[in-house]
Structures are given as C-alpha cells and as structure tokens.
C-alpha cells in the first residue's frame, strides 16, 4: 500500500455537498453484479432502491435480511451501510463524520497505460480515457468482437473452414467472463498457450463439451479468436510490447540483464539470471544447492520487460498522485490503480490523478528509455520505435470513468 497521506480510519471528515453521492456511488461499486458498469446515476439510483435493505443491514446484520452478504466484497459493503445509515439519518447529511475510504479504481490499467503511451484512439476509448455517457467495459468490447468472428466462421461450410464446427460449438458460450483473464493477462505478455488453458478451464466449469479433445481444440480456437481481437483493438499496445520486447533481447543477448530508470526516478534492475548448481562434500553426504550463475536468462528478461516497465509506469502515477494528494491536504491510500480517499475529497483527487497521468504521459517515455538504451550499450543496434496514433492526451482531463 501506498500513502501520499497517512490513511487513518480515526480521522473522519465531514461528507460535505459531494460526499453523500459518492458514498451512494461507492456501495454500488462494492456490490458489483454488474451494478458498477452503470453510469453514476445508474449506481445511484441503485442505492436509493435498496436504502431498506441498507437500513435493515445497518441494524440488524445478522438477525435481518442479510442484504450486504449478496455483495462482491460484503464487509466493505457492510461497513458503508452503516455509514450511509448514519448519514442518512443525521440532522445534516453535509456534516455527518465518514471514516470509509472511497475507491477510485483503473479500467484495465495495464491497457490504459498502453493506450497513452501510443497515443492508439481505439484502445482509449475502450478503456475510458475519453468521456462517454457510462463506462467502457473492455471485457465487454472483445466479447462482441470475439463473437463477430465467431458468428462469420459459423457460417462458412465445415470442409471450407474447419473452425465452422467449433464457432457453431462456442457461438452461445461468448460473454466477458470467458475473456476477461485472457485480456486482463494480455498486459503480462499472455502466450498462446497460457490464453488456451484459461479459456480451457471456463469452458470446462460450464460443462459443455464433455469430450476432452474436442474441449481442447475449441479452447485453441477460442484462444486465438480472442488474441485476434485484442490485436484489432489495441494494435498500438501490441506493437509497443514487441518492441519493448526486442529491445529486451538486444540487450541481453549479451549477457545483460535490462535496466532502467522509472519517470519518478526509480532505478529498477530485472534480476533474472540461470541457476546453477554447487555441490558440497562432507563425510556424511553429499549437498546440492542452486545458485545464481552470471548467465542472465534471455527469454526470461525479453518475456518480463513489457510487463514490469508498464508496472515501473503505473507505480509512477500512482506516486505522482499520492504526492499531489498530500500537498493538497487529501488523505491518500492506494493499492495498485484503486486509489482511495474520503468521500468529501473525491472530485479533488479525481482531478488530480488525471492530471498527473496526462503530466507523466506529456514526457517523451519511449524516447528517454531507447536513449538510455543507446547511451549504455552505444555498439549495439536497437529497433526503431514503433509508430504511434493520435490520441489527445488531454482528453483524459475530461473522461468521467477514467477512474471510476
């Protein structure tokens, strides 16, 4: 966890004019169910329909109707009823003390930081860095395209397209629940074979294929339907991983490992290198430890590169914003892109942490990374970086669900 301001539940703050909305907002998010892929409103109107059942949780936990229990995360859940309870029931909304941290959370924050870095328009707005009228579900986004696929393959005769069968097989089985690892994952430098066996085990839960071979080779098909369109979707993400990647390999090619520095100033250093083995001989016996050997692990560092720079980048922001916060006199914590603060000072941090990322993101990234490249291995030949869009950065300023 991290804290640009020390988070601490005694400190409770007024809710203030805004506060009262985003506590409604925020127990919506908690009960998921979908209910956190509706617009605010929608969320709102959510907790204005169940304020009984909130009431009823809020008194009688145990003894009532349970209502919390049906949430995603129902102690949190449980917490905020009582304290929209309280607030409802005071004299002043506005002045009633709240002591919950309210969540503020990436959409796919691995794309959304791959989306800014090559300026892609179509993987920005499926990950909500320009305004719409209610968030961007990615998941949602790649299940239509997986099914469009699906549905044209369905249509094509058997002995044409051998995937016929396994389109017509899958074609009402496509939903965002079979992607969402797949998509989630593709950030990490998914393999074919690891998206195979995710969608594998979904497939398998939903029991219906029950021959093994012909689950495994509707798994292949789906597997690479679903690589297929997030390639379409964010084309500039995959072509910033490839070279990220190569510029990996060149690198430890000669038996160095990648390095780097973050645009918060951290030093970061893959530690990634071939284990060995030393014997040691006693006169009872004989050990076998493993050590690390000076070999550095090629395709180990060229795999974790894209990865862990996009990781070096989120944590950048974070930083960014729990500084801000601080100066701003906002209590801040944050666990990777859930970002949290009181309800009263929502709106402030949500300012801040997009103008910090449209701040990180102004700075030439790729451009400092390939000079420090070139600066620290002058003999070695880098690939050229990769085209980028056109994106507006700016836009982000402007994006409701940005973090949402």
Request: with cysteine.
């Amino acid at each position: 966890m991290c804290a640009g301001a020390s988070w601490s539940l005694q400190r409770g703050r007024p809710l203030g004019k805004s506060g009262l909305r985003w506590l409604k907002i925020h127990l919506a998010n908690l009960y998921a169910g979908g209910v956190d892929k509706l617009s605010y409103d929608g969320r709102i109107s959510f907790t204005e329909n169940h304020l009984d059942d909130i009431f009823d949780s809020a008194d009688r936990p145990l003894e009532g109707q349970r209502w919390w229990l049906g949430a995603e995360d129902p102690f949190q859940c449980l917490a905020v009823c009582i304290n929209l309870s309280e607030a409802l029931r005071s004299p002043s909304s506005e002045t009633a003390i709240s002591h919950t941290p309210v969540h503020q959370d990436g959409s796919c924050n691995g794309l959304q930081h791959y989306a800014a870095l090559g300026r892609d328009k179509l993987g920005a707005a499926a990950v909500n860095l320009v305004g719409g009228g209610k968030p961007a579900d990615v998941y949602s986004g790649i299940a239509a395209r997986v099914l469009d696929i699906m549905r044209r393959d369905a249509e094509i005769d058997p002995e044409i397209n051998p995937n016929s069968m396994h389109a017509k097989l899958l074609v009402d089985q496509v939903d965002r629940k079979l992607v969402k690892q797949t998509v989630m994952t593709s950030v990490y430098g998914v393999t074919y074979i690891g998206a195979r066996d995710q969608i594998k085990r979904r497939l398998k839960e939903r029991c219906i294929i029950a021959d093994v071979p012909q689950l495994y080779s509707a798994a292949c098909y789906a597997a690479k339907t679903t690589l297929t369109a997030l390639e379409e979707m964010f084309e500039g993400a995959r072509g910033i991983m490839a070279w990220l990647g190569e510029c990996a390999k060149v690198i430890a090619s000669e038996n160095q490992p990648v390095q780097w520095t973050t645009p918060f100033g951290l030093p970061v250093v893959q530690p990634y290198r071939q284990l060995g083995r030393q014997l040691i001989k006693t006169s009872l016996q004989v050990l076998s430890l493993q050590r690390e050997t000076d070999k550095v692990m090629v395709r180990r560092q060229r795999t974790a590169f894209p990865p862990n720079f996009v990781h070096s980048l989120d944590g950048s922001h974070m930083m960014m914003t729990a500084v801000a916060c601080k100066e701003a006199g906002l209590n801040f914590a944050g666990v990777h892109d859930s970002y949290w603060t009181h309800a009263c000072d929502v709106d402030e941090m949500n300012r801040i942490l997009r103008e910090k990322f449209v701040e990180l993101y102004e700075t030439p990234i790729l451009e400092n990374l390939l000079e420090s490249f070139q600066s620290s291995f002058p003999d070695l030949k880098f690939p050229p970086l990769p085209e980028r869009g056109d994106f507006d950065l700016r836009d982000v300023l402007q994006s409701t669900y940005f973090f949402n």
